[in-house]
């Protein structure tokens, strides 16, 4: 997965999944905002991302998550997308603390820190998107129980979605979203 440089199939791959059929993007933000939105940030949006909202669309209504792509402004509130994203591996918070001396801390950066909010699933459960740290480019399922990386970034994520598979039964989740409250 290359977050630097989007793949020329994926723009349209994007655009089909979501059903985007304006001429020309207008629903799309272009370059000009995303540009002054990653100098405001000080972070350059991980690919396909960012070609996504600068060309396709700045955030459809339709999923996923269930409620649909929030815009990126709104994806970006109450959010640090300088600071890297604390996690590495996925943790469940809810029945361990993991090697954190303040776990309570580390849980807010994952919530807050290097990440844009893509969406919720509901009950707590909110997909991000890391733009800044080690996983950046790669989705991340966060919920009041804890945090598991999704096996791939932003369009393989979606193209999950568009083939109708369930997040919770699937190989392609990364660790294993069965896990969650079940060990």
């Known amino acids: 997965m290359t977050t630097d440089q989007a793949d020329p199939a994926e723009p ?23 540009r002054a939105f990653e100098a405001k940030h000080g ?21 996923p998550p269930e409620y649909g792509l929030v815009g990126l402004v709104e994806s970006a509130a109450e959010q640090h997308l300088g600071r890297p994203f604390p996690l590495t591996e996925g943790w469940v918070w809810e029945e361990d603390d ?17 990440s844009l909010v893509l969406g919720t699933e509901g009950c ?17 399922l966060v919920t009041g129980e804890g945090a598991l990386p999704f096996g791939a ?3 393989g ?5 568009a083939d109708g598979n369930n997040w919770f039964e699937s190989s392609a989740s990364v660790g ?3 896990s969650f409250g079940s060990e």
């Open 43 to 63: 972070v350059v949006l991980p690919e396909p991302y960012r070609t996504f909202v600068a060309e396709v669309s700045g955030g459809p209504s339709q999923g």
């Open 98 to 114: 993991g090697p954190y001396e303040d776990p309570d801390a580390v849980i807010g950066q994952v919530v807050h820190d290097g």
């Open 176 to 178: 294993s979203f069965g």
């Open 12 to 34: 349209a791959a994007l655009r089909e999944a979501f059903a985007v059929d304006d001429d020309g993007g207008a629903s799309a933000l272009g370059w000009e905002a995303v």
């Open 124 to 140: 707590g459960m909110d997909w991000h998107l890391v733009v800044t740290g080690p996983h950046r480019g790669r989705i991340w």
């Open 153 to 155: 970034g932003f369009a």
């Open 157 to 161: 994520w979606v193209k999950h979605w």
